[in-house]
């Protein structure tokens, strides 16, 4: 599959994605709606893994660019933030803290999940 047709399994994905957001007003990115969709693709096997992973690993291997867009907007909005700055950084600190102990008893019951179904 060429390069251009995987941009466009990938374009497709997120452009659905948008009209599930049209529909389903949830208060989600509109991204993570396109990655569902791709996800249910690939699961449903109407797209390989094959056919996305090249352009995939390209964008995983430059994400930090793809978070200036993010960061730009950071500092657009510093004047609303001004006021409230140790209150966001506590819930950065105190989210990623959470964000990792949960990660761990997941990967956790996971693992006693494999260990049983092997036996």
């Not at 094959?50 to 660019?65: I, Q, R, T, W, Y």
């Not at 730009?72 to 006021?83: D, P, Q, R, S």
Request: net charge positive; proline share 4%; aromatic share 6%.
């Amino acid at each position: 599959m060429s390069l251009l047709s995987q941009v466009g399994v990938l374009m497709i994905s997120l452009l659905i994605g948008t009209l599930l957001k049209m529909v389903i007003p949830i208060p989600v990115p509109i991204t993570v709606y396109g990655m569902i969709v791709l996800f249910i693709l690939l699961k449903v096997k109407a797209v390989k893994v094959d056919d996305v992973e090249p352009v995939s690993s390209k964008l995983l291997g430059n994400l930090a660019f793809l978070f200036v867009p993010a960061g730009v907007g950071m500092i657009n909005e510093f004047k609303t933030l001004e006021g409230h700055l140790l209150v966001v950084f506590g819930i950065i600190i105190l989210s990623n803290f959470l964000t990792l102990f949960v990660t761990g008893h997941v990967v956790q019951l996971i693992q006693k999940r494999g260990k049983k179904n092997d036996k």
